[in-house]
């Protein structure tokens, strides 16, 4: 981002530059460019459960992507992310498995880790 950028807000974790729906902090999380146009990330469901897909650059330090479930949108239950395919790239997968309801919510957080303090 230009220094014009950055004083405007654009660069912001929150904003959304490209209007893409994404987050610039998601955007960075998933390794693709604020300012361009990304599609959103995979998911789907059978009736086995739900789950989302999406890539991501290995080892980014300053990120914790947290995957959860729900039945209601109120109660959100941590889910493990499995790496899928690994390489500097890794293809990540989260899984909810379907309730007795079969009334089932996925989502993934991207939180930024707070820079490290001391020498």
Do not use: C, H
Request: charged letters at 20%; hydrophobic letters at 40%.
């Amino acid at each position: 981002f230009t220094t014009v950028q950055v004083a405007a807000g654009v660069a912001a974790d929150g904003a959304d530059p490209d209007d893409d729906g994404l987050a610039n902090l998601t955007d960075y999380a998933v390794g693709s460019d604020p300012l361009t146009f990304s599609p959103s990330l995979g998911g789907g469901r059978d009736a086995t459960g739900v789950w989302v897909t999406f890539d991501r650059p290995k080892d980014l330090p300053d990120v914790e992507y947290v995957a959860e479930t729900s039945a209601d949108l109120a109660n959100w239950t941590a889910v493990p992310l499995t790496v899928t395919t690994d390489g500097p790239v890794q293809k990540v997968r989260a899984f909810a498995a379907a309730g007795p309801t079969n009334r089932r919510f996925i989502q993934v957080r991207f939180v930024r880790k707070p820079a490290p303090v001391g020498p």
